[in-house]
Every structure is written in structure tokens, then in C-alpha cells.
């Protein structure tokens, strides 16, 4: 009888789409959602209509008299037939208020655009922050810069597309890889361990960065980053994507005004930097910077804007300052870490999250032997995230998120068993066994990817498992249905 079956409607009906509507907010995040599930359903509508096509098209080939029994059943039921006694013509109703409602919509649409357009401003500059910051860490400069930024943002953005694809914030999507619970344990240590990396860059060869304090803090670390964090907890959030972009352009056109510049050159001393540049802007692109929705398109652009901002900076040789709009650069960079976190909810808890980043600072003494550790452990934890989205099929259980209980568990052992490694095999016994073709940051950056990719190959069995037990409850599937003869 399954040859017989009238395929199951995929798509909500009029009222269910509508119920579903009207449960979304009155704001422009509550607009895109409902483009986006308007748009959702029309697909699914077009393909139910093109399965019963084909199931009409079976029925009438089999010609008999149960097939055009089935058929005529289903037009009355698709169609039903209305026998009451037509009544007097109506007049179309005449809505005063459609001019204003179209002109709203209108103008909401308009700004949604703009706030898209300045969120990609925001990932451009922080891309080319990066880039500014990696050439100095590495010493890489003209062509071999402008190549490693092509490469390492171009693998940032696509990587991290996904995870910025959708209206929830990234590090509560991140509870699929590390667990809901494990997640609000994972976000505060990702914020503190970017803000470190980023700490360690800070030059030591200026008089005031020469500076200590008691424990063997930096005086001018403390300084700048104690200013930015400040700034990003009395700032209002809706702010903090604005204050970025001015704050780093602002940064570039003072390079560019100071700059010393060069012939072109290309040494082919680039693919480390690519790969800083890509882990850090990855990192950076989900967890670092206020979230919005991306697209590839807008992902396009702010590769070509953060371009335009690095190419003539790569020729830079030097500029008067260089220490001091070096810790310009960083600060902006952990002032968007501390704002990301603010960014994910409301209340004491977006708070604290701002403040993690003051754990890199307040670790920063112990740099010298941190940081290897750290870097190995970003690597893995990055490889972890990118594989989940690549490996995942069914869409996250945005409900398992935030519990214990859900489908994505308290703790995910095999991810927390892969960043712990990752942290620990940097060590100076390993060090001194590993043959020396690369030096200790480079060693750290591909013991960390490798141990990621291990366990991201373990963790396909958990992802498949996750997939099937969301496929089953799915109210869509007909295989439930089937199996009780409905």
C-alpha cells in the first residue's frame, strides 16, 4: 500500500504560518526571522506541490478503479466544494492604513540593510586589525602580507559563515560542540584565551611598555586594557559595533599618514602568517566582534573592504609610534572580545562574560610559558567548531542549548578531552623531541590542529547519533506515521 500513499505536506498551513508569526518580536531581528521562515516555507510548499504532481501523475498511469478513487478523494479534500446558497456580492474591503504599513516595512528594510552593511564594515576592519597586528607579530610585510590576508580571512570568513548565519549568537550555538552547560564554562576560558594571545603580542621595546608593575605587570598593558573594558561595560551595546569600526579606521588612517613606504617584495614567508591570520580571524569573527546574521555576500564584501584597508599598509615599513598604535590595534581587538560578550543576553551574565577577557591580563605575566599552551588550544577548538558545522545535518535543537538535559548534554567529553590535550602537549620535553623545522609557535599551532582533527573525526559518531534522535521527533517525518499504519 506504500505505492498508494498520498505523499505528507511538509510545509505549515495558512494558520500554522500564521500562529508561528505572530510569535515573533516587532523588531528588526523579529522581521528578518519571519522573512526567513516565510521564505523557508514557500520552498517547502513548491516541493510538496511538485511530489503530489508526481503522485497524481503515478495514480492516473495505474488507470484503475481504486487510483481514480484515491485521486477524486484528494481534489474534494484539497478542494472542498462549498454547497451553501450564494449570497449578495460583497464589496472588496478597503484597508485606509496600507500606505503607512508598506512605507514602515519599507523603512525597517532599509535599515536592516544599513545595520548588514555596518556589520560587515565591522568584520572588515577587524580582519585587517588582524593582518596588522599578525604582520608585526611575524615580521611579515608587502606582498607576502597582502597574500596571507587573501588566504588566512578568506578561510575566516567561510569557516565562520555558518556559525554567523543564524540569529543565534554563535557562542550559545557553540553548546552543540562543548555542551549546555559546558558552553557558559567554554565562553568565559575562548574570551580569556583570545585576550591573552592578544596581550602577548604587546611590544616591550617602548619606554612606556617597559614599565612594571608589582608581579611583573605591564603598566601600559593594564592601562589600555583596563580603558577598553571599561568602555565596553558603560558603552550601550547597540554602540559597540559603531565604536569598533571607528576606532580601527581611525587606527589605519594614522598608519597611513605615518608609514614609511617600499618597493614591493615577495619572499614567500607567508603561510604561517595565513594561518594566524585565519585561526585568530575565525575566532575573532564568532566570539570577538557584536553578532548579526551574515551572508556570503556580505561575507564577499568585507574581504574586498578589509583589502582596501590592508593593501597599503602592507608597504609600510615604518611609522613613527609603531609600539604605541600596535597596542592600539590589540586593544581594539580585545574591546571587541569583552563587547561579544555582552552581546550574547541581557543581565549579570553578559556582564561577566565582558569581564572575562581580564583573565588574559591578569595572566599575563606568565605569557613566556602560557602561551604555546594557549594557541595549541585555540587550534583545537577552532578545528572542533568548524567540523561540527561541516559534519551536522539536521538543524541545532535551539531548546538542548541551554540545558543539561537536552540532546547535546551537560558536558561533551570527547570535545573537553580534545582542547585539554591540545593545551598540554605544547610542553618543553615535547618541544625538545620535535625536529627543529619550526619554531615553538608554529609547532603549537599544528599539534593543536591536529588534535583537533582527531577528535573532530571521533565526534562524527556523537554528531550522527544527535542527527537521527532529531530526525525522529521531527513532526514532518512520516516514517512514525508509517510504522503505525496511520
Known amino acids: 500500500m506504500a505505492d498508494f500513499e498520498r505523499p505528507k505536506r511538509r510545509a505549515l498551513s495558512d494558520a500554522e504560518l500564521a500562529e508561528e508569526l505572530s510569535k515573533f518580536p516587532s523588531d528588526l531581528k523579529g522581521i528578518e526571522r519571519a522573512q526567513d521562515l516565510i521564505a523557508t516555507q514557500q520552498k517547502l510548499r513548491e516541493q510538496d506541490a511538485s511530489a503530489l504532481e508526481a503522485w497524481f501523475e503515478q495514480m492516473r498511469q495505474r488507470d484503475d478503479e481504486f487510483s481514480r478513487g484515491l485521486i477524486q478523494e484528494t481534489l474534494a479534500e484539497l478542494f472542498p466544494s462549498d454547497q451553501s446558497t450564494p449570497s449578495a456580492p ?81 557562542i550559545l550555538r557553540s553548546a552543540a560542540v562543548f555542551g549546555g552547560r559546558g558552553v557558559y564554562l567554554a565562553a568565559p576560558l575562548l574570551l580569556a584565551s583570545l585576550s591573552f594571545a592578544l596581550i602577548a603580542g604587546f611590544p616591550t621595546e617602548s619606554e612606556l611598555s617597559s614599565i612594571r608593575l608589582e608581579f611583573g605587570y605591564q603598566a601600559l598593558a ?29 587606527t589605519f588612517g594614522v598608519v597611513l599618514a605615518q608609514s614609511f613606504r617600499t618597493t614591493p617584495s615577495f619572499t614567500g614567508n607567508w603561510f604561517w602568517a595565513a594561518v594566524a591570520i585565519a585561526i585568530i580571524g575565525f575566532l575573532l569573527l564568532i566570539f570577538g566582534i557584536p553578532h548579526r546574521r551574515a551572508s556570503v555576500v556580505q561575507d564577499a564584501g568585507a574581504l574586498g573592504s578589509g583589502a582596501a584597508l590592508i593593501l597599503p599598509v602592507s608597504f609600510a615599513t615604518g611609522y613613527e609610534g609603531q609600539e604605541f598604535v600596535s597596542i592600539v ?16 543576553s541581557g543581565g549579570v551574565r553578559s556582564r561577566l562574560l565582558g569581564l572575562s577577557v581580564m583573565i588574559g591580563l591578569i595572566l599575563s605575566p606568565l605569557q613566556g610559558f602560557l602561551i604555546p599552551h594557549v594557541i595549541s588550544a585555540l587550534a583545537a577548538a577552532s578545528v572542533l567548531l568548524l567540523g561540527d558545522q561541516l559534519v551536522r545535518r539536521q538543524p541545532l535543537h535551539l531548546a538542548s542549548l541551554d540545558t543539561s538535559y537536552g540532546f547535546y548534554g551537560s558536558f561533551q567529553l570527547v570535545s573537553w578531552s580534545s582542547v585539554a590535550i591540545a593545551s598540554l602537549i605544547p610542553n618543553s620535553l615535547v618541544m625538545t623531541l620535535l625536529p627543529p623545522v619550526m619554531n615553538q609557535t608554529e609547532w603549537s599551532l599544528t599539534l593543536g590542529t591536529a588534535t583537533g582533527l582527531l577528535f573532530a573525526l571521533l565526534r562524527i559518531r556523537v554528531i550522527r547519533g544527535q542527527d537521527r534522535e532529531l530526525e525522529n521527533i521531527d513532526p514532518r517525518n512520516a516514517r512514525i506515521e508509517n510504522l503505525l499504519g496511520l
Open 222 to 250: 593594564v592601562l589600555a586594557i583596563g580603558m577598553v573594558v571599561l568602555l565596553s561595560q558603560l558603552a550601550p551595546a547597540r554602540f559597540h559595533g559603531l565604536l569598533i569600526a571607528t576606532l580601527g579606521l581611525a
Open 90 to 170: 460583497v464589496p472588496e474591503p478597503t484597508f485606509s492604513s496600507e500606505i503607512s504599513v508598506v512605507t514602515r516595512r519599507s523603512v525597517v528594510s532599509q535599515r536592516l540593510k544599513i545595520a548588514q552593511f555596518g556589520a560587515a564594515l565591522v568584520r572588515a576592519v577587524v580582519l585587517a586589525l588582524v593582518a596588522l597586528g599578525v604582520g608585526a607579530w611575524l615580521d611579515v610585510h608587502s606582498l607576502d602580507l597582502l597574500l596571507a590576508y587573501a588566504v588566512g580571512a578568506a578561510v575566516a570568513l567561510i569557516a565562520s559563515n555558518q556559525l554567523r548565519s543564524h540569529e543565534l549568537h554563535p
Open 329 to 344: 590595534v590589540i586593544s581594539i581587538l580585545i574591546f571587541g572580545l569583552s563587547a561579544a560578550g555582552r552581546d550574547i
